[in-house]
């Protein structure tokens, strides 16, 4: 004989499925919010509920982090503070808890006669929260429904903990990423500022050896090396500072109206007098004036030749500069240089990665490059409200389109730093 | 004097700066720009020690060195920037005799260089007429500086060679880890623990047949090593 006076009831089919749906939901729904929704959606018709809140243990107390109306309270929904302090016992005592609230005028509104299920959620070894049920105007929750409603706050328990792991994941990935991009920077920068040092060192150490006299030719061979050594030091060590200066807002712009030809021709014959062996041409279309910061700007566009010169070796190098249509910036027009090189090219697949802080295109042989060069162009050029792209094509080439926006004279933009970032 | 010494780096400018180091010294200077021209070079030339960078396209240092050890024996330095301590021992481990930090100084090179070619010029100190030396499965043939194990050839680096000399030499005497490195490396290493280390367990790699219970080269901690007289 079983005996009847312990909760023996066989769960109905209905509560069945509903149990196993639940426990699917939790089991697969990767997101709280939804995996609640669809508890409250299983929960209803076996439990039989007008309102439903879930409490969190916060530092400060707790917090709603959860709340429907599902039945006869939706007229007042405003009203979702209810069960506070009910819920705040079950959370203290560890205890369900079940209260008869009898408001004003109960009897005519039988919405005035509450009853409220409460129940505390555990996770692990510590109550998480607590979940309230409610139902306006009767009747009591039974046995088996309380004993239903213990079964769904244990999944909603695990769901929190569930969303607290996965919160501390997410916190401790973020650390590791930034870690290994901080460990991988400054393992970086060292390598690269150590190797024009090694250089200045070796041969510094060479000339100074007391047991050898040096010829005139091998003196002056030496010293350029150290020489050369040394700029390349001052270009690196002038990259960092300029992109923690980009990036921290801290680089103002000069800006003047200017003529871009004459600036961009500035450029064109420096490099020729400079180094015969580059060959670079010229192509002025339209030219255009507008507001630049003419230091900058120069800046960039030397990076690029420099860029060409290091990673399409002997190609030769175009430069053209007209106005284009319906490039999507202020205004319908823009100004557009564009530098060209017809060198090994870049894989499709790292183009849209080059203009990353420190990233470098795998495989390159050149010998130095912190990924900082295009960086710094692309920051310089969103300063001036304006954008930079590259094109590339394996075999054939690699072309970095500049867009200016076209300002008159008149239009001397106001706010130096324009970074969309 | 003339040892033939192979320097390999990508950068020409390193390549010129230790060459013009070497060449006054009377020094026949061979170089190579990738791990892979290394390979091909000491197993065409022969050299009487190698300078290896790390950082090098085709075939890198550490794989250059591995392979260089598949066959030949010559002394080999590590010139690196990667001063990690980690890179160090892997250099070490890979069978390397010694290893300089970029940047590095004309002397300090210079010193190296001639600190490892000591070492595999001073004479062996085993005393003249005893040709063959015999410990358990080891055979050490001085006259050919070859060492077997179970009859097979073993592969031992120009260093780990002369380590297992001393040991032979105090047969069943404890020698001193710094009396080792003084006598192996050079007076300049004898707080250099870490390379001895190394130096011992590739040695034990090599010789024994359980490297964790090791009979040919034992511990006596705190002291040193031995090779311990063996039950007839």
């Known amino acids: ?32 919010e939804k995996a609640l929704e669809h508890i409250v959606k299983l929960t209803r018709p076996v439990l039989i509920f007008d309102n439903i809140v879930v409490y969190v243990k916060s530092s400060d107390g707790m917090q709603p982090a959860f709340a429907r109306i599902v039945g006869r309270g939706r007229a007042a929904e405003a009203d979702l503070a209810w069960g506070e302090s009910i819920a705040s016992n079950v959370i203290n005592t560890g205890h369900l808890e079940i209260v008869e609230e009898r408001l004003d005028n109960w009897e005519q509104n039988r919405l005035n006669l509450r009853f409220l299920l409460a129940l505390p959620l555990h996770g692990g070894d510590e109550i998480q929260g607590a979940v309230v049920f409610g139902r306006f105007g009767g009747p009591p929750f039974s046995q088996e429904q309380i004993r239903l409603s213990e079964f769904v706050a244990t999944h909603i328990g695990q769901l929190l903990v569930r969303q607290q792991l996965v919160g501390r994941i997410a916190v401790l990935e973020a650390e590791r990423r930034l870690q290994t991009i901080q ?64 990036q921290s807002g801290a680089m103002k712009m000069q800006l003047q109206h200017t003529p871009i030809d004459e600036l961009i021709r500035e450029i064109y014959h420096r490099v020729k007098r400079l180094s015969q ?48 249509d319906k490039h999507p910036l202020t205004s319908p027009k823009a100004g557009h240089i564009a530098v060209t090189d017809f060198g090994p090219g870049i894989e499709a697949e790292y183009v849209e990665h080059v203009f990353k802080r420190f990233y470098r295109v795998p495989g390159k042989t050149a010998q130095y490059g912190a990924g900082l060069g295009l960086f710094i162009c692309r920051e310089i050029m969103h300063a001036h409200g304006g954008e930079i792209g590259c094109e590339s094509s394996l075999g054939h080439g690699t072309t970095f389109h500049l867009y200016l926006p076209l300002r008159e004279e008149t239009e001397m933009p106001s706010n130096n730093m324009e970074s969309p970032e | 004097m003339n040892e033939k010494i192979l ?86 481990n890979l069978g ?7 940047p590095f100084s004309a002397s300090e090179l210079l010193a190296r260089v001639r600190a490892v070619l000591r070492r595999i010029q001073r004479p062996g100190p085993m005393s003249e007429g005893v040709a063959i030396f015999r410990h358990g499965n080891l055979t050490v043939d001085f006259a050919r500086a070859e060492v077997f194990r179970d009859d097979k050839m073993v592969y031992l680096s120009a260093t780990e060679y002369r380590v297992l000399l001393q040991l032979v030499q105090m047969y069943g005497k404890v020698v001193p880890s710094d009396q080792l490195l003084k006598d192996v490396w050079g007076d300049e290493y004898t707080e250099d623990k870490e390379i001895l280390w190394v130096s011992i367990s590739r040695l034990r790699q090599k010789l024994e047949d359980d490297p964790r219970n090791p009979v040919h080269v034992v511990t006596r901690s705190g002291v040193g090593y031995i090779m311990p007289k063996l039950e007839q």
Do not use: C
């Not at chain 1, 230091?295 to 990076?303: A, E, G, L, S």
């Open chain 2, 96 to 102: 390397a005799d010694d290893y300089i930090l970029k």
């Open chain 1, 277 to 324: 062996s580059i060959d670079i041409q010229l192509d002025i279309k339209q030219s255009f004036t507008t507001w630049v910061d003419p230091v900058r700007f120069t800046q960039v566009i030397d990076n690029l030749i420099a860029n060409a010169v290091k990673y399409a070796e002997a190609s030769p190098i175009s430069i053209l500069v007209d106005i284009v």
């Open chain 1, 1 to 32: 004989m079983p005996d009847t006076t312990t909760l023996t009831v066989p769960l109905s089919p209905q509560e069945l499925q509903a149990l196993y749906e639940i426990s699917n939901a939790v089991a697969r729904e990767p997101d709280i």
């Open chain 1, 183 to 246: 460990e991988n920077f400054i393992a970086m920068v060292s390598h690269e500022l150590r190797s024009p040092l090694g250089f200045i060192k070796g041969y510094t150490t060479t000339l100074l050896r007391q047991d050898i006299s040096w010829d005139e030719n091998t003196r002056y061979e030496f010293l350029k090396i150290i020489d050369e050594e040394a700029e390349h030091l001052r270009g690196l060590i002038d990259n960092l500072l300029d992109s923690s200066r980009l």
């Open chain 2, 7 to 92: 320097i390999v780096d990508d950068e020409p400018r390193y390549l010129r700066l230790v060459e013009a180091n070497l060449l006054p010294e009377g020094y026949h200077v061979l170089q190579a720009n990738n791990g892979q021209q290394a390979v091909e070079m000491v197993a065409l030339h022969k050299p009487d020690l190698v300078m290896l960078d790390v950082m090098m396209p085709v075939l890198d240092g550490f794989q250059a060195l591995e392979r260089i050890r598949d066959f030949s024996s010559v002394p080999v330095i590590i010139v690196s920037a990667k001063g990690e301590e980690q890179d160090r021992v892997r250099g070490l």
